[in-house]
C-alpha cells in the first residue's frame, strides 16, 4: 500500500512563497505519476499541477501558470509544489496524488489517481 504525506502549508501573506513536499512510501516512487490539486470551502477538487514518472513532462493549470512549479525527485521519494506570488485565491488545502496504472505521461484529473495524501492547508493572507 502506497502511503502519501503531504507537508510545507501554512500561512503566508499575498506575494510571498511556500513549498510544498509531498513523500510517498510503500511503492517505487519512479512508477507513480504524481499530481497535486486544492480544494477551497465550498468548491470542488481542482488540478493544479502534475508531473510524469521521470519528471520529463509536467502540467499547470491556467490559474497558477508562471507561478506555481511541479517538480520531482525520484532519489528522495518527494515531490515538490513551489508556489511563488501567492493570492488569497491560491487558498485551499493542497493534496498530493500518486497514479501507478498506465504509461501516459501526467494525469489532471482527480479520478485518475489511485493514492491520495490528508492534505495541507495554505492560507494566503490579503
Known amino acids: 500500500q502506497v502511503q502519501v504525506v503531504e507537508s510545507g502549508g501554512g500561512l503566508v501573506q499575498t506575494g510571498g512563497s511556500l513549498r510544498l513536499s509531498c513523500a510517498a512510501s510503500?511503492?517505487?516512487?519512479?512508477?507513480?505519476?504524481m499530481g497535486w490539486f486544492r480544494q477551497a470551502p465550498g468548491k470542488e477538487r481542482e488540478f493544479v499541477a502534475a508531473?510524469?514518472?521521470?519528471?520529463?513532462?509536467?502540467g499547470h493549470s491556467d490559474s497558477v501558470k508562471g507561478r506555481f512549479t511541479i517538480s520531482r525527485d525520484n532519489a528522495k521519494n518527494t515531490v515538490y509544489l513551489q508556489m511563488d506570488s501567492l493570492k488569497p485565491e491560491d487558498t485551499a488545502v493542497y493534496y498530493c496524488a500518486a497514479r501507478g496504472r498506465g504509461y501516459g505521461t501526467y494525469y489532471v484529473i482527480p479520478n485518475e489517481y489511485d493514492y491520495w495524501g490528508q492534505g495541507t492547508q495554505v492560507t494566503v493572507s490579503s
Open positions: 508531473i510524469s514518472r521521470s519528471g520529463g513532462n509536467s
Open positions: 510503500g511503492g517505487t516512487f519512479s512508477s507513480y505519476a
